[in-house]
């Protein structure tokens, strides 16, 4: 089975601090993402990642960025943390270039106050 | 705009009461179509993928199905371990490998 995993599953962190998610996935998928979910707004894409150093922005990168050295890490930086990025914040890896399906990780709630 | 709905937001079953879960897409072009289940504290978990207009996917009590702008998923005389929430989102034709549009959710409760 393949495995995400994220380093936290809660967080508290101040406004203004620089925090770190991280996230491994053991099946040497080319693919991950990362996604935020928020009750009545569903799962939005903050980023995504083809390949080593690759990455795209996606529907909501503003206030994050991403670093993927490895293949199988992926790690959502948030610069400055503000209250309104007190979400959940789930990993996801998959393969290749076609239908294959997205395996999440459990999860990190981060609560910025 | 791309936009994926699903409906109802929340569905109470009795046990072996069978219904249907809704998800309604309005994109340029469908790749693929995917329902997840999400327990709560846990990151989403696969159960199918849809690819054409006329397909249908099993799974015990689950059946999903696909029409050219909506899918449902069956569920066939739930039980209390089904309770959930279930994710439907597509993949874009044309667009980025992989990038799925998600819904809202329906939050299942089965009650015994």
């Known amino acids: 089975d393949v495995k995400v995993t994220q380093s936290s599953r809660y967080l508290v962190k101040r406004t203004g601090e620089k925090v770190f998610l991280e996230c491994v996935q053991d099946m040497d998928h080319e693919n991950m993402f990362w996604y935020r979910q928020d009750p009545g707004l569903g799962l939005r894409l903050i980023y995504f990642s083809y390949d080593v150093k690759m990455k795209e922005k996606g529907d909501i990168p503003e206030g994050y960025s991403v670093s993927r050295e490895k293949k199988e890490r992926f790690s959502l930086i948030l610069e400055s943390a503000s209250t309104n990025q007190t979400s959940m914040y789930l990993c996801?890896?998959?393969w290749g270039q076609g239908h294959s399906p997205l395996h999440f990780g459990n999860g990190t709630r981060l609560t910025v106050t | 705009e791309d936009q994926v709905t699903q409906s109802p937001e929340a569905l109470r079953l009795q046990e072996g009461e069978s219904s249907s879960l809704n998800c309604s897409y309005t994109?340029?072009?469908?790749?693929?179509l995917f329902w997840y289940r999400q327990d709560p504290g846990k990151g989403p978990e696969f159960l199918f993928t849809l690819y054409s207009a006329g397909e249908e996917k099993e799974k015990e009590r689950l059946k999903a199905t696909l029409t050219k702008k909506e899918s449902f998923l069956h569920i066939t005389a739930p039980k209390p371990e089904d309770s959930a929430t279930y994710l439907c989102?597509?993949?874009?034709?044309?667009?980025?490998?992989?990038?799925?549009?998600f819904g809202t959710g329906t939050l299942l409760a089965v009650q015994p």
């Open positions: 996801a890896s998959s």
């Open positions: 994109v340029s072009g469908l790749r693929g």
């Open positions: 989102a597509v993949q874009l034709r044309g667009g980025a490998t992989n990038k799925l549009i």
